[in-house]
């Protein structure tokens, strides 16, 4: 199972960015996805997650800015970034929560990262 991320880049200060996150390969079932971020020199942070059912839960500093959503049909999580800040600036990772098979235990996987460039 892979997952490639894609839609970083360098933006100013109150743009937009749209994030996207495939998983390919054999997959029975894909519960929670999520996106994280890491800044330099600090720890990696959930930004905002979606279940299965498409309930989301938003980090306190991008509630009202950042959308999570989903396309389970093809595997993918998406992150719409409006009104951009230079804080957001990191490397954004995508997370998903699969099971194989019906006889594996659910996993965690991650994309490759993303890096997100917000100038002042």
Known sequence: VQ???????LVQAWESLRLSCAASG?????????????APGSQRDLVASIASGGSTNYAESVKGRFTISRDNAKNTVYLQMNSLKPED?????????????????????WGQGTLVTVSS
């Open 89 to 109: 600036t990191a490397v954004y990772y995508c997370n998903a929560v699969i099971t194989l098979s019906r006889f594996s235990p659910r996993a965690h996987y």
């Open 3 to 9: 997952l490639q991320a894609s839609g970083g880049g």
């Open 26 to 38: 054999t997959i029975f079932s894909i519960d929670s996805m999520a996106w994280y971020r890491q």
